[in-house]
């Protein structure tokens, strides 16, 4: 059978064009996910479906390690490889997810605009934002109220010690209220809208794939890992795929790449899409020249702060250790909410613990090969703080987040964060050192297949996600963000699959 539209990735964009696609019963899909498949909510494994252990005892949430690919990345030349967890179930990413469900504010969108992505205003993303969500405590003209995502907050009233103290400490530094860290003036501390609705991390695959799965026309085929596209000259016109050690090919009149920024750049070279020098050197035969396939890596490092607990902590039942967050604009920065810091209380190792992110950094990587082979994992290069700007911004923000916590506002934690002394926080040589060395992820990779205009050499695909020189092939994932959004992606993903379902069906 040959479909119209054959979608490699069930994650935050795949699951979503399948949905959407499939709306129209005259339109067959194929949707092909390298996972498990679990088809009802009753069926998925705890660490899928629960936020957080579901006889909670304190832990940061059971990693979904079982359904994950298990890259290694590298983050700069004195780190460490850093693990780089991305979802290899139904529902992708969004699976196995911290489930912090914020927005890219509407700078992030002007520059889309700016580099000629005209569709990408802030006003027509939020129409997509809003298509996409349910939030259950917000009701204006910024928020859903009927979308297939649930998000919601935790009020004061469950907010724990280590929470309300980090609120509390934010507050006397200046940092305004969020009340609601979605809307476009957002700045400040505040509740972090999640998507896990009575502790069920609430994926696109339960949100979009589950209430359709009855569709004669929508095909889901789960434990397929692709490893080519296929074409006709330059057109695609279907893949070739492994299920169980056994060869399969899928023809379609319309390929759609969903498969996130390292599997969609890492597809297309291993198909012979990329820099044509490079792939030959690799033996791959190349089919259109576009070497900016993988590159523009964007991201937000992450540098992770541990405290021993200068109390007991001791979570109820189910009570989330995620609960509130800190955005805000750097000395001398133009770029606003360039800083994020979110605070956890952990019980089964009684520390307190903070993420400092760099949410809109200079710096950028690449994806590459260092093989033809597909079951090997690209290089991931995050070189991260190669632009000065960055480690100068990151640098402040550190020694901000102990501060606050060291502050008579904050009681829960003592001294400085382990692994760190006076000497190393005072003096910028020895932190920038520290910095680069305990530096990973917070897991927002992008970028690696940039929209922009036909003529831009960076670019990867047009605003509609068509790639650059051949035809019938699109990319819709995060790969396509010129720049990472000043947000968790989740959000975003999901809205960019539904604003470009709806470019499908308009003839883009």
Avoid at 7 to 24: K, P, Q, Y
Avoid at 44 to 49: A, N, Q, V, W
Avoid at 490 to 495: E, Q, R, S
Wanted: net charge negative; proline share 4%.
């Amino acid at each position: 059978m040959t479909y119209d539209y054959l979608i490699v990735g069930s994650g935050s964009a795949g699951a979503v064009l399948a949905a959407r696609l499939s709306e129209d019963t005259a339109t067959s899909v194929l949707l092909i996910e390298a996972g498990p498949d679990f088809a009802t909510l009753e069926e998925l494994p705890d660490e899928i479906k629960y936020a957080w252990f579901p006889n909670s005892d304190g832990n940061l949430g059971e990693k979904a390690n079982s359904y994950d690919w298990g890259f290694k990345g590298k983050a700069t030349n004195e780190s460490p490889d850093i693990e780089v967890p991305r979802g290899k179930v139904i529902g992708g990413s969004s699976s196995t997810n911290a489930q912090g469900f914020i927005r890219g504010i509407p700078e992030d969108f002007n520059e889309w605009v700016e580099l000629g992505n005209n569709t990408w205003s802030f006003d027509n993303a939020l129409k997509y934002y809003k298509k996409s969500e349910s939030d259950l405590d917000i009701q204006d003209d910024f928020h859903g109220s009927d979308g297939p995502i649930i998000a919601r907050r935790f009020k004061k009233s469950e907010l724990t010690n280590i929470s309300l103290d980090f609120y509390n400490s934010c507050k006397s530094f200046g940092f305004d209220d969020s009340y609601d860290i979605n809307h476009p003036d957002s700045t400040g501390v505040g509740a972090l809208p999640f998507n896990n609705p009575d502790r069920i991390r609430w994926s696109t695959s339960i949100g979009y794939l589950n209430n359709i799965r009855d569709r004669e026309n929508l095909t889901i085929i789960s434990n397929c890992f692709v490893n080519k596209i296929l074409f006709d000259h330059l057109t695609a016109t279907g893949v070739k795929a492994d299920i169980l050690g056994k060869e399969h090919t899928y023809t379609a009149l319309n390929v759609i790449l969903s498969a996130g920024a390292i599997c969609s750049p890492q597809l297309l070279m291993l198909s012979g899409i990329g820099n044509t020098n490079y792939l030959q050197k690799l033996g791959i035969e190349p089919i259109y020249d576009l070497p900016s396939v993988g590159q523009n890596l964007r991201d937000h490092p992450r540098i992770p702060l541990m405290w021993e607990s200068a109390n007991q902590i001791s979570l109820k039942k189910h009570q989330s250790p995620l609960q509130v967050v800190l955005r805000y604009t750097s000395v001398n920065s133009n770029f606003r909410n360039d800083i994020y810091m979110i605070i956890a209380a952990v019980s089964a190792d009684q520390t307190v613990r903070m993420g400092v992110g760099l949410y809109k950094a200079k710096s950028s990587g690449a994806i590459t090969l260092s093989t033809s082979d597909p079951y090997t994992q690209p290089v991931i290069d995050y070189n991260y703080f190669n632009d000065d700007f960055d480690l100068r911004r990151m640098r402040d923000a550190v020694r901000l987040a102990c501060n606050i916590i060291s502050s008579k506002y904050f009681s829960e934690a003592e001294n400085y964060p382990k692994g760190m002394n006076e000497i190393i926080l005072s003096d910028d040589n020895n932190l920038n050192s520290w910095i680069r060395t305990n530096v990973d992820t917070f897991h927002h990779i992008s970028g690696t297949c940039k929209m922009g205009l036909i003529n831009d050499p960076t670019s990867v695909v047009d605003q509609f996600g068509n790639v650059k020189g051949v035809k019938n092939l699109r990319i819709v994932d995060a790969s396509i963000m010129p720049d990472c959004v000043r947000a968790n992606t989740n959000a975003t993903v999901i809205m960019m699959a539904e604003k470009i379902a709806d470019d499908i069906k308009s003839g883009n």
